[in-house]
């Protein structure tokens, strides 16, 4: 049952951040019986949601924390899907990782394999068998895999709905400025521009802003905004049936460079374009359109799909992947600031993650158990030792 929040009842939780981690993390806090207050600084999925392409992936998680964060929220995304309107548009469609030659795809099959042996679902697809998945694929690569656990969701109405089923009070246009603390060195709220909220936990899921909340109090993260492009299609007939990337993909995600780097990803979707991805690249919140990156990612698109190159190419967007030094996310609480709750860094993979992270949150708020992976994903791993306390003050903006 879903809490509904009064308006009258003081937050238990102020979430900073309305994208698809900040929803989750409402939505699990308030069917655990918190009332929880959601502060941002723009519309509903305003940054890095409303940019992303609505990835549920395990297919591109190597063995380790972060696929079982991945298969938990796979789980949970397929309960979401029963429990909110049908217009978040939830597919479970599948992955087909495919490698262009044969080195690559003995790489690739080593690592379904190991992939297979944590849990996920990797079938090995010869050659022969590529076009019986995708038939517009072009000839000559080697193999692929199958990741039937794949699968999409339109990103920014899946928030929305997550927000709605919570029960949270909104706060929309409004900035959070700086956090609250006590002079014990606690958090007890927020200042925004409309004013004080006061609560006494604060959840950091302010995506690829996420490093500067309560940088001032030695509680900031080194979260840094790596720019990535998507092109979008003119409507078609189901020419992609799954999403479909190579094998380069995964090495470029935990690539740890500036430099520009694309892989090609190919997916259909529901409504018919078809979205065209990825690329990678450190240039701060710069968004800038970049023809060198567009014109890479068309090329990769026909490349893969040559009954692409005749189609148009309606928009293109940016957005900002919010990433941590070691690819991982950070998720609890900051022993640096008690109150402090982390759920951010998940660089492209926050909307998959959402649902698994959102739930680790709500268990680190209600003094539930942790399971021994996602000790992988504390923020202390990033953090120093807890400073002195310190006269009640504000400490500065997100």
Same mark, same amino acid.
């Given at each position: 049952?879903?809490l509904a929040?009064?308006?009258?009842?003081?937050?238990?939780?102020?979430v900073?951040g309305? $994208?698809?981690?900040?929803a989750a993390c409402?939505?699990?806090?308030?069917?655990?019986g918190?009332s929880v207050?959601v502060?941002d &600084?723009?519309?509903?999925?305003g940054?890095?949601?409303g940019? *992303? !392409?609505?990835?549920l992936?395990?297919?591109?998680?190597?063995?380790g924390p972060e696929l079982?964060?991945?298969?938990?929220?796979?789980?949970?995304?397929?309960?979401?899907a029963?429990a909110?309107?049908?217009?978040i !548009?939830? !597919?479970a469609?599948? *992955?087909l990782?495919?490698?262009?030659?044969a080195?690559?795809?003995?790489a690739l099959?080593?690592?379904?394999a190991?992939?297979?042996?944590?849990?996920?679902?990797a079938?090995p697809?010869?050659?022969?068998?590529l076009r019986?998945?995708?038939p517009?694929l072009?000839? $000559?690569?080697?193999?692929g895999v199958?990741?039937?656990?794949?699968?999409?969701?339109?990103?920014?109405?899946a928030?929305?709905?997550?927000?709605?089923a919570?029960g949270?009070?909104? &706060?929309?246009?409004?900035?959070?400025t700086?956090?609250?603390t006590t002079a014990a060195?606690?958090?007890? $709220?927020v200042r925004?521009?409309? *004013?004080?909220?006061h609560?006494?936990?604060?959840?950091?899921?302010? $995506?690829a802003?996420?490093g500067?909340?309560?940088?001032?109090a030695?509680a900031?993260?080194?979260v840094r905004?790596r720019?990535g492009?998507v092109?979008?299609t003119?409507?078609?007939?189901?020419?992609?049936?799954?999403?479909v990337?190579?094998?380069d993909?995964?090495?470029?995600?935990a690539?740890d460079t500036?430099?520009?780097?694309?892989?090609?990803v190919?997916?259909?979707t529901a409504a018919?374009?078809?979205l065209?991805?990825a690329?990678r690249e450190l240039t701060?919140?710069?968004?800038t359109?970049?023809l060198p990156?567009?014109?890479r990612?068309?090329?990769?698109a026909v490349?893969?799909?040559?009954v692409?190159a005749g189609v148009?190419?309606l928009?293109t967007y940016?957005?900002?992947?919010?990433?941590l030094?070691?690819?991982?996310?950070?998720?609890g609480p900051?022993?640096?600031?008690?109150g402090l709750?982390?759920?951010?860094?998940?660089?492209?993979?926050?909307?998959g993650l959402a649902?698994?992270?959102?739930l680790l949150?709500t268990?680190?708020?209600?003094?539930?158990?942790?399971p021994?992976?996602?000790?992988?994903?504390?923020?202390e791993?990033?953090?120093t030792?807890p400073?002195?306390p310190r006269?009640e003050?504000?400490?500065?903006p997100?």
């Amino acid at each position: 049952m879903v809490l509904a929040v009064s308006p009258t009842r003081p937050p238990d939780v102020i979430v900073v951040g309305a $994208g698809a981690v900040g929803a989750a993390c409402a939505y699990h806090a308030a069917r655990a019986g918190l009332s929880v207050t959601v502060v941002d &600084r723009g519309p509903v999925a305003g940054g890095t949601t409303g940019a *992303g !392409e609505g990835n549920l992936l395990v297919s591109d998680k190597e063995p380790g924390p972060e696929l079982h964060l991945a298969l938990l929220s796979t789980d949970l995304w397929r309960e979401l899907a029963d429990a909110l309107p049908p217009d978040i !548009e939830y !597919e479970a469609k599948g *992955g087909l990782v495919v490698a262009p030659d044969a080195g690559r795809l003995d790489a690739l099959r080593a690592l379904a394999a190991a992939q297979s042996a944590a849990g996920a679902e990797a079938r090995p697809v010869p050659a022969a068998a590529l076009r019986d998945l995708e038939p517009h694929l072009a000839p $000559g690569l080697a193999g692929g895999v199958h990741y039937p656990q794949d699968a999409q969701v339109m990103p920014a109405l899946a928030a929305a709905r997550l927000l709605r089923a919570s029960g949270a009070a909104l &706060r929309l246009g409004e900035e959070v400025t700086a956090l609250l603390t006590t002079a014990a060195g606690r958090v007890r $709220g927020v200042r925004t521009t409309r *004013g004080d909220l006061h609560a006494p936990c604060v959840v950091n899921a302010a $995506g690829a802003w996420a490093g500067s909340l309560g940088r001032a109090a030695g509680a900031g993260l080194p979260v840094r905004p790596r720019r990535g492009f998507v092109l979008v299609t003119e409507p078609l007939p189901r020419v992609v049936r799954h999403k479909v990337y190579t094998a380069d993909y995964v090495a470029d995600v935990a690539a740890d460079t500036a430099a520009l780097r694309t892989s090609t990803v190919v997916e259909g979707t529901a409504a018919g374009p078809v979205l065209v991805g990825a690329s990678r690249e450190l240039t701060g919140y710069d968004r800038t359109l970049s023809l060198p990156a567009l014109r890479r990612l068309a090329a990769g698109a026909v490349a893969l799909f040559p009954v692409l190159a005749g189609v148009r190419a309606l928009r293109t967007y940016a957005g900002f992947r919010p990433c941590l030094p070691d690819r991982l996310p950070a998720i609890g609480p900051d022993p640096r600031l008690p109150g402090l709750v982390h759920a951010c860094g998940h660089e492209g993979a926050g909307i998959g993650l959402a649902p698994a992270t959102g739930l680790l949150v709500t268990r680190a708020l209600t003094g539930g158990e942790l399971p021994a992976w996602a000790r992988a994903f504390r923020p202390e791993r990033f953090a120093t030792a807890p400073k002195e306390p310190r006269p009640e003050t504000p400490t500065p903006p997100r």
